[in-house]
């Protein structure tokens, strides 16, 4: 049986992408890294600082690469093109929207993408959801499904 652990996000700016981590996932920080492995550093060649931040049982692992392009990837090419996070009512995607307009119109973080979120969409089935991109334009869905218990 598989269970979800964490989502690796890199970026260009780690103390950009960790303020908005934190502010926007109300997420707490649970441990940094600077010292890597030899696999790691083969892995991701520039990597400088690793920070797990942590909301509930959703861990996000943001670092930073030293030859960052800041490119987005191709957006017809092989990737995980969005992370779906499930929420526990339709309330908490109002809430999620109007806080990322929030932290946006504060001034406070650097977008890489000038894209605000989505409408919250209902599809045929009843389940809604609204998309939005983090600081490093990386898409986020937050999804409602009515009666469906989480766990
Ligand atoms: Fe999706």
């Known amino acids: 049986m598989l269970c979800f652990h964490h989502v690796g996000v890199q970026t260009d700016d780690l103390d950009n992408c960790l303020n ?34 942590r909301v509930g049982d959703v861990r996000f692992h943001l670092f930073d690469r ?9 957006a017809v090419g ?8 499930a ?8 809430e999620l929207r109007r806080r ?14 000038p894209d605000l979120p989505s409408d919250i969409v209902t599809d045929a089935d009843g389940i809604q959801s609204l998309y939005v991109l983090d600081v490093n334009g990386l898409e986020f869905e937050f999804t409602y499904v009515p009666g469906s218990p989480r766990d």
Do not use: M
């Not at 890597?36 to 083969?42: E, I, Q, R, V």
């Not at 092989?78 to 996070?85: A, D, I, R």
């Not at 929030?102 to 993408?113: D, M, P, Q």
């Open 20 to 53: 908005w981590y934190l502010d926007y996932f109300d997420a707490k920080l649970s441990w940094q890294l600077e010292r890597f492995s030899g696999l790691t550093l083969d892995r991701l060649p520039g990597i400088a600082g690793l920070i797990e931040v």
């Open 66 to 74: 030293s030859a960052h392009n800041r490119q987005q990837p191709p």
């Open 78 to 85: 092989f990737q995980f093109q969005h992370v779906c996070l």
């Open 87 to 94: 929420v526990d009512s339709a309330d908490e995607l109002r």
């Open 100 to 113: 990322w307009h929030e932290l946006h119109e504060s001034g406070k973080y650097v977008f890489a993408r």
